[in-house]
T-cell receptor, first 114, second 115 residues
């Protein structure tokens, strides 16, 4: 079956522009997570949803970052007024539920801010 | 906040040698998961440990969860070139108060294997 998909796979933008990153989880998965992964480091938690409810957004770095999952399926991570320090791999993962279930990761979106 | 540390950061071994990576959490965990990420790939789930002192095996891989549920280890016996990659632990903490939980990933141990 289809895994987690993310789009775009690569995004190059200029500083100050807004970007929207999309995640399409595995069908039927309740929980959806957003991570940021720098080279040589582990995935850094940003936020997660159960259905359409945002359960924890404690990892969002500042108020330029926001996420939504309005219908409990596809999610969008939006970064406003991008800065060079936002350049990273952004990964989405989904799981059946948020506890004691493996996370299935998507291929990621490589964001480069010039 | 919760911190998860992994050591070593890198490990280079000769094919056939054993490999161990260690994971330590600053807080007591509800569970721990291990993931493997191949170069250029994404993390792929290997296993989950939930019980204090739990030991699980997958062929040449042995996973342990500490008695205090604050540390874990992954041991690979007789490494093969297919074992190359970065191994991450992810410590889960779930709150009955907030009914929410999340996993914190360590920074991984990158294993290279010389044929």
């Amino acid at each position: 079956g289809a895994g987690v998909s993310q789009s775009p796979r690569y995004k190059v933008t200029k500083r100050g522009q807004d970007v929207a990153l999309r995640c399409d989880p595995i069908s039927g998965h309740v929980s959806l997570y957003w991570y940021r992964q720098a080279l040589g480091q582990g995935p850094e938690f940003l936020t997660y949803f159960n259905y359409e409810a945002q359960q924890d957004k404690s990892g969002l770095p500042n108020d330029r970052f926001s996420a939504e999952r309005p219908e409990g399926s596809i999610s969008t991570l939006t970064i406003q007024r991008t800065e060079q320090r936002d350049s990273a791999m952004y990964r989405c993962a989904s799981s059946l539920w948020d506890r004691y279930n493996e996370q299935f990761f998507g291929p990621g979106t490589r964001l480069t801010v010039l | 906040g919760q911190q998860v540390m992994q050591i070593p950061q890198y490990q280079h071994v000769q094919e056939g040698e054993d490999f161990t990576t260690y994971c330590n959490s600053s807080t007591t965990l509800s569970n721990i998961q291990w993931y493997k990420q191949r170069p250029g790939g994404h993390p792929v789930f290997l296993i989950q440990l939930v019980k204090s002192g739990e030991v699980k095996k997958q062929k040449r891989l042995t996973f342990q969860f500490g008695e205090a549920k604050k540390n874990s280890s992954l041991h690979i016996t007789a490494t093969q070139t297919t074992d190359v990659g970065t191994y991450f632990c992810a410590g889960g903490v779930f709150s009955s108060n907030t009914n929410a939980g999340k996993s914190t990933f360590g920074d991984g141990t990158t294993l290279t294997v010389k044929p």
